[in-house]
């Protein structure tokens, strides 16, 4: 700790309690191979459990971890004591972000009729899904990031850099 510095912030997360057994099963995302489920819901939290802010905090991965565990357990017919149950510990007051990836940006694209848009990564190969779709638009929530957007014959480049916000495209 530096003298006069920012407070250290902490985050413990654990499997489970000392003396309760830890789960393992085939994982969904490597294969197949024997994985701890715990191990899994804090990697798939990383990347996935965003607060609003478009952050990775304590808090958003202490939930995102409970409820995927939670939705395993109960799936797998789980009782409550057979069930794992993670444990955390964390500065209240000073939550720790591991990822800020910023607030989303909504993009509305709007296409000919008959013409629907496609959106791809900078990758140019990986198309995203819409989060909604009718007859001439489509609508995004996305990252700050470099995107193509294609209707019929056309394209645009679309970039989304900054905090977010609200873009309108027609293609």
Known sequence: ???GGPSPRFFFAFATEMSMAARERPSTSNGHAIRGRFSEAILA??????DPQGRVTGRSLQAF???LLGKEAAESGETALTRQEPKF????AHDIVFVDRGTPYDLTVTFPAGQPATLLLGDLVTAVPPVSLDATTALW??????????????SKVVELLGTGGTVN???
């Open 1 to 3: 700790v530096r003298i």
């Open 169 to 171: 495209v027609t293609v």
């Open 141 to 154: 929530r996305l990252q700050p990031g470099l995107y193509l957007v294609r209707s019929g014959g056309s």
């Open 45 to 50: 939290g990383l990347a996935r459990a965003t």
């Open 89 to 92: 510990q964390l500065d209240e």
């Open 65 to 67: 971890v409970f409820n």
